[in-house]
């Protein structure tokens, strides 16, 4: 009976011990104020990092606009650009600066400074190199490859196809030594060259591409890069093949070289989901730091695209295959651009721009009219009127004078719109003007009195003049007045001495005779004289003379 009470017993002191302890546990349990804090602070920012993560993954979906005000398709890839390549226009670009892991895209400089070596005559393309122990420096299982062994011997030609198009990293190293002796100092000669291009965010420490530390490059240091080398048409040639053949070696069969671009080769290891007919070169790039990586070209109607995508990643389409970022990013922004921008003739040749006045030209031929020397076209977006451009002129000289002739380039004009210049060219005359003489002594002339000393000359020279005439006429009214009075002393003194001779002569003859002004006596019937006497005395006269 004892023995049955005892497990009762235990409960019910278990159960009283519990009961009077219970209120120590929850004290004990109970988180504290400050354990509640931290919690609530570290939900705060877990919250907080799950929303910057969530913006991060939803960056790409943002609906964006270029700086012409379109809006952009949606794009994934860290480092985009694109770029018209004939006016340099960028027409999009996202983190174009920004030092990224080139990957492969260094093989074109690789291959560039090939190009030109034949170019320059320094090697032939047809020249066999041999691959040397170093020829798979700095390539692991990440790295593509062609297949090329130390001690195998191919053509420059055939290396540069490996490398362009199946990312031979083993190619870079052969051209590497046979161009400059090791592939250290041709990495010398990669990071001089890109520096002559302007790229200032680029350094090389490979041939190939592959991660390593200081090895970095940026968008727009790529298309700098990526221009030069579609300039060079051997590069082009080749970037823009397919496929290749590479002829059997001393240490290999004949093997076929497919294009790693997806936008023009099927066959790659990409697939055939990206093909793009408008497209052609340049170069693929990828490893796990870097991400997908292209740079390529695309025409379409007369404009010309080149886009550099540097860090694109992957996904899954609707179809369930693999969608390269690298690949779409860059068929999204060509067919974008495609649609909303095209090239429009703004200025034509036979334009009569402006009419401007020659000196020393003819008076009835003094102005030549002025016309572009070519048409001016100009990539706009759909959004903007062609008839909106300005025209700046800015003429070479200020005045420009005769002779000149036909085609003669007197200025430039160039076309701009909000302040922005889409395009320039050179004014040529209209027609041939001939030199006057006339209008060059005339234009002398004016020249020469246009000074100020020769006016002040001119005006005291006058002033001369004017005192010299005063002076003289002053002088012979002088002389007149003086002539004169000495005329009139003369009939004075004349008269004078007639008188007294009068009275001389009065006392002898008792009578005073009168004289005339000039001093001889007056008759004195003179005054008694007649008319009808005389005329008789001469008719008598005629009368005697008939008989």
């Not at 362009?164 to 051209?175: K, R, W």
């Not at 334009?351 to 020393?360: C, G």
């Not at 009219?369 to 909106?388: F, G, I, R, Y």
Request: proline letters at 4%.
């Amino acid at each position: 009976m004892v023995k049955s009470l005892k497990p009762i017993i235990v409960l019910l002191l278990l159960s009283f011990c519990l009961w009077f302890l219970q209120p120590v546990i929850h004290v004990w349990a109970e988180p504290s104020s400050e354990t509640v804090s931290e919690s609530a602070e570290d939900e705060e920012e877990k919250t907080e990092e799950e929303d910057e993560e969530s913006e991060e993954k939803e960056e790409p979906v943002k609906t964006e606009t270029n700086d012409d005000g379109l809006t952009m398709p949606t794009l994934n890839s860290k480092s985009i650009l694109l770029m018209d390549r004939d006016s340099g226009k960028i027409l999009y670009s996202r983190n174009p600066d920004k030092k990224m892991e080139p990957a492969s895209l260094t093989k074109i400089v690789t291959c560039l400074l090939a190009v030109e070596a034949i170019e320059a005559g320094t090697i032939s393309e047809d020249e066999k190199l041999e691959a040397s122990k170093h020829c798979l420096d700095g390539l692991n299982e990440e790295s593509s490859s062609s297949g090329i062994v130390p001690g195998e011997r191919l053509t420059v030609k055939d290396l540069l196809y490996c490398a362009l198009l199946g990312s031979a990293g083993e190619a870079c190293n052969v051209i590497a030594e046979a161009l400059a002796g090791s592939i250290s100092d041709f990495v010398d000669e990669m990071n001089e060259r890109v520096l002559d291009l302007g790229c200032t965010g680029t350094h090389f420490v490979n041939s190939h591409g592959m991660p390593a530390n200081d090895h970095y490059s940026t968008a727009s240091d790529m298309m700098l890069i990526s221009t030069e080398a579609m300039s060079h048409p051997l590069f082009a040639e080749i970037c823009n093949t397919p496929s290749y053949t590479v002829p059997s070696t001393n240490k290999s069969d004949e093997r076929v070289v497919y294009n790693s671009n997806a936008l023009i080769c099927s066959q790659g290891i990409y697939g055939g989901n990206f093909l793009y007919s408008n497209a052609s070169g340049i170069k693929t790039g990828h490893t796990t730091a870097a991400g997908y990586c292209l740079s390529s070209t695309a025409e379409k109607d007369g404009v010309r695209l080149m886009c550099v995508v540097l860090g694109g990643g992957t996904s899954i389409r609707d179809d369930m295959a693999t969608d390269f970022q690298n690949f779409s990013d860059t068929i999204h922004l060509y067919d974008w651009a495609f649609e909303n921008y095209s090239y429009y003739t703004v200025l034509h040749s036979d334009d009569l721009v402006k009419e401007i006045s020659l000196l020393y030209a003819p008076s009835d031929d003094s102005t030549v009219t002025l016309h572009p020397d070519k048409d001016v076209s100009v990539l706009l977006p759909s959004n903007v009127n062609p008839e909106d451009f300005e025209l700046r002129i800015a003429l070479y000289e200020e005045n420009p004078a005769a002779p000149v002739d036909a085609d003669q380039a007197m200025g430039d004009v160039t076309v701009s719109l909000n302040g922005v210049d889409y395009g320039k060219a050179k004014l040529l005359t209209t027609s041939s003007v001939d030199v006057s003489q006339s209008q060059i002594l005339m234009a002398q002339l004016r020249k020469a009195f246009g000074h100020t000393w020769l006016w002040l000359l001119l005006l005291i020279i006058l002033l001369f003049i004017l005192i010299y005439a005063f002076l003289v006429i002053n002088y012979r009214r002088k002389r007149q007045r003086q002539l004169q009075r000495k005329r009139q002393q003369a009939q004075a003194r004349m008269q004078q001495k007639t008188q007294q001779a009068r009275e001389r002569m009065a006392p002898r003859t008792g009578k005073m005779r009168d004289y005339d002004s000039s001093g001889r006596p007056k008759d004195p019937n003179a005054e008694k004289h007649d008319y009808f006497e005389e005329f008789f005395r001469n008719e008598e006269k005629m009368n005697k003379k008939r008989r």
